[in-house]
């Protein structure tokens, strides 16, 4: 007889893992199935998110701005260091232990909270069953079975098929994170999220990336202000960005790897010596489902859900990157507690207008709510204020004042409807936002509260005042 559970969650990424644990505070017997395994073969609970994702990225943008720092921003206070080296073994040392460390202490909390934790591919079979298979063999290991189970399995990066990846020159992301020594050239394709981080962590190690983009537009999701800036940024640090670039083909030639491209209808190439494709990613479902359940995917791979992430099948819920929505871990492990509180009797609830995306570049953007270039297409009558980090005696301290905060608000009501910011440590400042937009605030509310002097968020502040025209430190 299968061995019963009260949930049962496929997957144990930033979705799967934190609604296994959440499960399992409301006091259900839980389960989680992970078929993901470190470079020793042993299991490594997290997902992509914290084996391949999320921490690895932010590890080496670290160790590389670090590097970069040292190298071009220390001398202007007046530090000098001769023989500046960077020991590429050692920075991936420390990202393979901070993973480490981060993906073993989800096994320490699942044993904390008594969620039991399957190593294995999990498939739905029909009447809230679920085989669970050796990753390896694909050999049927166990059947359990719970009256809840949620699918949790994430996504996969997208291979463009006449570019197939080969693990060592053309690679995904997680190849990418991987690299054993810094490639004097690297082409990326596609300047989306992972092309600028990935782009910007091997650009400061000393690569020459050329990144090339089909859209004609630069990251076309943020406010066309914020991007014109990035765009701005981005080239002073080296970073080429080709728009409208189609790439055709990579060739091998005595020197490295050939990559051919159309743009504006002319054909062009460039040499590199590896090649990063980050156009996006996909759903991870194939195989997921036996022929006899009721789960439907879309025509993209996606698990159709309701707005509570309930299945066309009873008992059975889909959250994070395996369903519609922004592909982040925050979407992810909200919808995971959610979901568990659902199944629990409770109510839950992501709020889909205050989900915030942050690109972690140096300087970084976040943004939360609704460009001024989607309201104004919306027919949303709108005001802005934006304030430059340049006026901000914190940022000038910190010789870092790149970037600005803009805030937007509805101009009858003065609801906050979005801000987007490009600047230093911009990750942490766009929480505020966060709140003030969950909350409902108006631009004015954010004017009106105190923000410590002399701060970043002083910019945040100035911002939210010049939307009516009144910001201290700047004319006009
Ligand atoms: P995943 O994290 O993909 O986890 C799914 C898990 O399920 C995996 O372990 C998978 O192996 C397993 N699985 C799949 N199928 C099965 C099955 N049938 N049986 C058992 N197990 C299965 N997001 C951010 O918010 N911030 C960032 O800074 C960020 N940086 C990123 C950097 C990179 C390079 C990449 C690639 C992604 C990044 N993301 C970031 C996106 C983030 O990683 C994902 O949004 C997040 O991991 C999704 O969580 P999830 O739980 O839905 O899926
Ligand atoms: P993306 O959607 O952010 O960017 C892909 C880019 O590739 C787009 O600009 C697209 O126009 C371009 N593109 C598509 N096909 C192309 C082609 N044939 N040639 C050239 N360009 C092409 O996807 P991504 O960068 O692969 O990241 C995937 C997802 O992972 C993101 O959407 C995001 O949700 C998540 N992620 C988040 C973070 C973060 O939160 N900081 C970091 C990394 C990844």
């Given at each position: 007889m299968a061995e019963n559970f009260d949930v049962i969650v496929i997957g144990g990424g930033p979705g799967g893992y934190v609604a296994a644990i959440r499960c399992a505070q409301l006091g259900l017997n839980t389960a989680c199935i992970d078929d993901q395994s470190n470079k020793e073969g042993k299991p490594s609970l997290g997902g992509t998110c914290l084996n391949v994702g999320c921490i690895p990225s932010k590890a080496l943008l670290d160790s590389s701005e670090q590097y970069h720092r040292l190298q071009h921003q220390f001398s202007a206070h007046g530090i000098t260091a001769e023989n500046v080296s960077m020991d590429v073994t050692k920075m991936q040392q420390r990202k393979a232990e901070i993973v480490s460390s981060l993906t073993g202490g989800i096994g320490v909390l699942f044993k904390a909270n008594k969620v039991t934790s399957i190593y294995g591919r999990g498939r739905l079979m029909a009447e809230n069953h679920v085989a669970v298979l050796?990753?390896?063999?694909?050999?049927?290991s166990q059947t359990i079975s719970a009256p809840n189970i949620i699918l949790a399995t994430g996504s996969k990066p997208v291979e463009l098929p006449s570019i197939p990846f080969d693990g060592e020159f053309i690679v995904d992301s997680t190849g990418a994170l991987d690299f054993d020594r810094v490639p004097s050239r690297l082409g990326v394709i596609g300047a989306g999220v992972i092309g600028l981080e990935l782009g910007s962590v091997w650009n400061r190690l000393g690569s020459e990336v050329v990144l090339l983009e089909a859209m004609d537009e630069f990251l076309a999701a943020a406010d066309h202000q914020i991007a014109r800036d990035a765009a701005r940024q981005f080239k002073k640090q080296g970073l080429d960005i080709r728009l409208g670039a189609m790439v055709k083909k990579v060739s091998s030639t005595p020197n490295g790897l050939q990559l051919s491209y159309t743009q504006k209808g002319e054909e062009h190439s460039i040499e590199v010596d590896r090649v990063v494709v980050a156009v996006g990613r996909k759903p991870a479902?194939?195989?997921?489902?036996?022929?006899?359940?009721e789960v439907s995917l879309d025509n993209r791979g996606f698990i159709e859900v309701d707005d509570h992430c309930q299945t066309a099948e009873t008992g059975v819920w889909a959250i994070g990157d395996a369903v519609r929505g922004p592909m982040l871990a925050h979407k992810s492990s909200e919808e995971g507690v959610a979901v568990a509180e659902r199944i629990a009797g409770g109510f839950g609830h992501v709020d889909f207008n205050t989900v915030p995306w942050v690109i972690y570049t140096a300087p970084e953007i976040a943004w939360v709510g609704k460009t001024e270039n989607e309201l104004k297409a919306d027919g949303i009558p709108v005001k802005t204020g934006v304030f430059p980090f340049a006026a901000t005696g914190r940022a000038k301290a910190m010789e870092d004042t790149a970037g600005m905060v803009k805030v937007i608000a509805h101009a009858?009501?003065?609801?906050?409807l979005g801000v987007h910011i490009i600047g230093p440590h911009v990750s942490e400042l766009i929480a505020e936002c966060v709140v003030a937009m969950s909350f409902h605030a108006s631009s004015e509310d954010l004017a009106r509260i105190v923000h410590a002097?002399?701060?970043?968020?002083e910019a945040v502040h100035e911002a939210a005042l010049a939307v009516e025209k009144r910001a201290i430190h700047k004319f006009g």
């Open positions: 050796d990753p390896e063999s694909g050999e049927l479902t194939e195989g997921l489902l036996a022929a006899d359940c009858e009501t003065d609801r906050v002097h002399p701060t970043l968020s």
